[in-house]
């Protein structure tokens, strides 16, 4: 009788917790047909071949103006960019030591924007950031170090209790992605290929205080040791996006810092002419990211670095390489070629529009 008791007692618990599962994966946004940036985390787990030369961590900066795909294609790289929107330095340092469990690249390149946060800003960029993460203790202490007071560090372990009363918001796109989803990226990278050209920006407002917080300091001293233990160079990139402004003094503490730690530092604000760059074509936002041919020509530029700085192998002569990154490189095209045909028939392209998004649902 108490066996029996027993059984039923598992057994109530393995329903319950299969029942908490699945509810969870329901009520969890699926950003798949609007705020898209928000399933890139996901993806890198997702990937069944994480063996990388070449890891990205960072924002926007490096999610939406690098492309793997050429770096593959022009010098036999293989890359992943690990982004997600705002994704702040001790993000970035917590995915960067969660993925080491499951690779070690040859390089990594951080992108250093995020070095004008000292404080957690937003949750809901928190959400994008470690919401993909599987549980882990590297993702528990980055919901420890960005989470802003009101948040509760249990719904990042448990999602659901985040997401239960999402009830009322259920949509379409919940039903349909519930249980598998469309890939978003290429290999990290968000294609964009409409155009909006660079106009006049503002002037940058004086800052009480250009210097770096010490919160950001301690991330970043903490990604070089990281890199430094594991044999892996570390690239700090400032990547050509003409706004948020990028003050000389920043510059300057990322030179003085770079060379105090003998790392390459690469403001590519610097090489607009050497990139090939023209605002009125290659950016989709008007100068704020760059579009598929802009990111193309930064990938160019910045591949050509990385291969002679770190004497990287061509591997395009690697048959399994070559056969996996041709199924990658047909899916980016496809995904051009859908993206013009968007652009041709509606004007926009349906993903990057919030309200014919909403509408759909």
Request: charged share 30%; hydrophobic share 40%; glycine share 4%.
């Amino acid at each position: 009788m108490k066996k029996k008791k027993i059984i039923s007692f598992v057994v109530l618990i393995l329903v319950i917790s299969l029942l908490a599962f699945l509810l969870q994966k329901l009520l969890m946004p699926k950003y798949m047909t609007q705020i898209v940036e928000g399933a890139l985390i996901a993806e890198y787990y997702d990937e069944k071949n994480k063996d990388h030369d070449v890891l990205f961590v960072g924002d926007c900066e490096v999610y939406e103006n690098f492309s793997p795909i050429t770096l593959w294609e022009e010098y036999g790289i293989t890359s992943y960019i690990l982004g997600s929107a705002q994704q702040l330095i001790w993000h970035s340092y917590y995915l960067l030591e969660d993925a080491l469990k499951y690779e070690k690249p040859d390089v990594v390149v951080f992108s250093v924007l995020s070095m004008m946060y000292d404080t957690p800003q937003k949750e809901a960029y928190n959400r994008m950031s470690i919401d993909g993460m599987p549980l882990s203790l590297s993702k528990i202490k980055s919901a420890k170090a960005a989470m802003l007071p009101e948040e509760d560090l249990i719904t990042y372990i448990f999602p659901l209790l985040r997401y239960h009363s999402r009830w009322n918001e259920l949509s379409n796109e919940d039903f349909e992605y519930w249980f598998k989803k469309d890939k978003i990226a290429h290999n990290g990278y968000l294609m964009r290929v409409d155009v909006k050209p660079a106009g006049s920006f503002p002037k940058p407002r004086k800052l009480a205080d250009y210097r770096f917080g010490e919160t950001s300091y301690k991330y970043l001293d903490k990604i070089v040791k990281l890199c430094k233990d594991n044999d892996i160079e570390l690239v700090l990139l400032k990547a050509p996006s003409l706004y948020p402004h990028w003050y000389e003094q920043w510059d300057e503490q990322m030179i003085d810092y770079a060379n105090k730690n003998d790392l390459l530092y690469i403001n590519t604000l610097n090489n607009l002419d050497d990139i090939g760059l023209d605002f009125n074509t290659d950016t989709y936002d008007a100068g704020l990211h760059l579009n598929l041919s802009g990111a193309e020509k930064a990938s160019v530029f910045l591949g050509n670095i990385l291969k002679t700085e770190f004497n990287l192998a061509d591997r395009r002569q690697d048959e399994n390489l070559k056969a996996l990154w041709k199924e990658k490189a047909d899916a980016y095209y496809k995904m051009e070629e859908d993206q013009y045909k968007e652009l041709e028939e509606y004007g926009y392209l349906l993903k990057f529009n919030m309200k014919r998004s909403a509408e759909n649902n």
